[in-house]
């Protein structure tokens, strides 16, 4: 790890490190089980649920704003990285 001197402070520059890489790669894996566990616990119960098809449709419904919420969230932390 390498320190920069900031001000009279010693700081400890993770990005500076890793060239940005590092960071990359946290937010990609973060997604990456955020992703998975939606798929898991979210397609699940639409799938093999055993209730009425009301159920399973808002069960969808939640789902798809997940996804969809995450996909948005994900460009945004990409543009982000990007920026830094």
């Known amino acids: 790890m ?10 400890y520059s993770i990005r ?3 060239g940005g890489d590092f960071m990359k ?3 990609h894996a973060f ?9 898991l616990f979210g397609l699940g119960p639409v799938l093999y649920a055993d ?4 159920e399973r449709i808002w ?8 996804y969809a919420l995450l996909g948005f969230l994900y460009s945004r ?8």
């Open 59 to 66: 069960t969808a419904a939640v789902v798809v704003v997940l």
């Open 25 to 27: 790669f946290l937010v």
């Open 31 to 39: 997604f990456i089980i955020l992703l998975l566990l939606v798929t």
């Open 16 to 18: 500076r490190t890793f």
């Open 77 to 84: 932390a990409l543009k982000w990285i990007k920026r830094k």
């Open 51 to 54: 209730g009425v098809i009301q």
């Open 2 to 11: 390498s320190v920069t001197a900031n001000r009279g402070t010693t700081s």
